[in-house]
């Protein structure tokens, strides 16, 4: 665990210690208050303190895919890592294939093997020669072009200069890939769901905003609670949220001098 983030143990067992015997959460069981922990570090999460991971992940090179990591939530970044430890990206492109098709018994008809009315399907998934896609234009007089230092293509047909292409497939819990052989690992980088972390976390800065989420969450629907202290908590709670959110993602003094720097270089010279 990092050294800037807090167990959600521990935060849990802070909330119960805190907790006034005479309260109006006194009565809330641990699992409860953990649930509700669970819940705020998934929602805090998307917004003010994404959890940014990286893996590298072996493909299936009969069907060209390889398997999300199970705490994926969304992508960032999808590529190979160079012998220069740099990570060369592949382009994101919709048309790759991930189809299914019903599966059938031995006489032809599609099976329904839990009883829900939806069919089994299996894959479908095509894999095909890359360059199949510019077969029929190559009498073109050029196939890519040169525009300021990026190479491009035929339009609607692609090109640049990535290293493969990919498509997320939700469905199937895997990324579609339109890559060379060679490649043996493909490197993710992508938002990761905390909430499903063997030991979750938070970070410190939001600590505060984590208790205030859970005692919230706990009288919100509890008719014995006054409307008057419902309101309190909730307002708690957001400018908790505000607060933490302002700390993470605090400009320093150096960082303001590096953009300046950094558009001063970028003008035209005259």
């Not at 992508?75 to 430890?85: F, L, Q």
């Not at 919709?94 to 008809?109: E, V």
């Not at 077969?135 to 293509?153: F, H, V």
């Not at 590096?258 to 001063?264: G, L, V």
Request: charged residues 30%; glycine residues 8%; without cysteine.
């Amino acid at each position: 665990m990092a050294r800037n983030t807090i167990s959600i143990d521990d935060v849990v067992n802070e909330f119960i210690l805190l907790n006034d015997e005479d309260g109006y959460v006194s009565h809330a069981t641990e699992s409860v208050i953990r649930n509700f922990a669970l819940r705020g570090v998934r929602e805090m999460g998307f917004d003010i303190m994404k959890r940014i991971k990286s893996l590298l992940l072996t493909p299936n090179q009969t069907l060209g895919t390889v398997e999300l990591p199970d705490d994926f939530v969304d992508w960032t970044k999808i590529g190979v890592i160079g012998s220069d430890g740099l990570m060369y990206v592949f382009g994101e492109n919709k048309y790759i294939t991930d189809t299914m098709k019903y599966k059938l018994d031995s006489n032809d008809n599609p099976i329904d093997s839990d009883g829900d009315g939806v069919n089994d399907r299996v894959d479908a998934k095509v894999v095909g020669d890359g360059d199949s896609i510019f077969k029929g234009y190559q009498s073109y007089i050029y196939r890519n072009y040169l525009y300021e230092s990026t190479e491009g293509g035929i339009y609607g047909i692609g090109g640049g200069r990535y290293s493969g292409e990919f498509k997320v497939n939700y469905e199937q819990n895997r990324i579609d890939l339109a890559i060379n052989d060679s490649v043996s690992e493909v490197a993710i980088e992508y938002i990761a769901d905390e909430a499903r972390s063997s030991n979750p976390s938070v970070h410190i800065y939001a600590e505060n905003a984590l208790q205030s989420y859970i005692y919230y969450r706990l009288i919100e629907r509890k008719a014995g609670v006054p409307m008057v202290e419902k309101q309190r908590a909730r307002q708690e709670y957001y400018n908790e949220r505000r607060l933490a959110n302002s700390r993470m993602k605090s400009f320093t003094k150096e960082e303001a001098m590096k953009t300046i720097n950094k558009n001063f270089k970028s003008t035209v010279k005259t």
